[in-house]
């Protein structure tokens, strides 16, 4: 009876170590055809929790870039719209020198006065300049043109937007406007060719009209070059972001992603492991039947 029981208990080791030995072999099988050495968290429980950790940090990360995108893409638009301001604002600015010249005649100026009030109306459509379905001079009142006009012609140009910043987060520890006020950018430029083509239909005072425009040009570029700035560090922060991102990736990697070389060397080693205990098993279970037996 106590030969029986022992070999009950033998038999029963011999089938445990092959079911590990098949289990082990089993796992690195897996790990090759899903190309990822952690399947479940049991098979690594505090690599799971970093990777977690750094899928979370690649998350967002992903998000910061699409912050960083839409940033820049709003402010490309904002360029844009002041580089064609200051075109006009030059354009006006010729017509001041050219009407202040005591030889043009005052129908010559009259027709002047008329090209003036075109580029008003043209400044007017630049600064209610829309992108994406925001007016992008109106502060944080996006959802409403940033300058409204009174007569025809135009005799007043009234601001209805707030001073409000657009905030875009670009890190965990940045965030930077995108916009530019119509205030910020136009300052007076819109007064300044109202008052220049009464001049102009007028005849009189035609040479202040040149020293305000300069003023209003050199607040068009001032602007850009607050848009540029933030443009510039917009595009810092994707660079970094990118970089961590892929830092991030590697450190995923090196928990789940697995080594098939060495995964290889595991599946073979595992094989033969088994290979050699059925073996081994199988001719130890023969002799144990031949000895009980005789």
């Known amino acids: 009876m106590a030969i029986r029981v022992s070999e009950q208990s033998r038999l029963s080791d011999h089938v445990s170590f092959l079911q590990n030995a098949e289990q082990a072999l089993n796992k690195v099988q897996q790990q090759l055809s899903t190309g990822r050495q952690v399947n479940v ?20 990360e992903t998000q910061m870039r699409r912050n960083i995108d839409g940033g820049v893409a709003f402010m490309n638009a904002t360029d844009s719209a002041l580089s064609s301001a200051s075109d006009v604002i030059q354009r006006a600015r010729e017509l001041a020198v050219e009407g202040a010249n005591s030889t043009n005649s005052q129908s010559g100026r009259n027709a002047m006065a008329i090209e003036v009030d075109q580029l008003l109306q043209q400044m007017v459509q630049i600064a209610n300049t829309s992108f994406a379905g925001a007016y992008i001079f109106s502060g944080q009142k996006t959802d ?15 601001y209805q937007g707030d001073s409000g910043q657009r905030i875009r987060q670009i890190s965990q520890q940045s965030s930077i406007p995108i916009n530019i006020t119509g205030p910020q950018a136009f300052s007076n430029v819109f007064q300044d060719l109202i008052t220049l083509r009464d001049n102009l239909t007028s005849g009189t005072n035609i040479n202040a009209s040149i020293g305000s425009l300069d003023k209003d040009i050199d607040g068009v570029l001032a602007a850009r070059a607050q848009i540029g700035a933030q443009t510039n560090a917009f595009t810092d922060a994707s660079r970094r972001s990118e970089q961590r991102d892929t830092d991030l990736q590697q450190l995923r990697a090196s928990i789940e992603d697995v080594d098939v070389s060495q995964a290889i060397v595991d599946l073979t080693a595992r094989q033969n492991q088994l290979q050699a205990a059925m073996g081994a098993i199988g001719h130890s279970v023969d002799l144990t039947l031949l000895n009980f037996i005789r």
């Open 41 to 60: 968290p049991s098979d690594d429980p505090q690599g799971t929790s970093r990777s977690m950790g750094y899928r979370r940090d690649m998350a967002f």
């Open 144 to 158: 409403q043109p940033a300058y409204t006009t009174t007569g025809v012609p135009i005799t007043a140009v009234t």
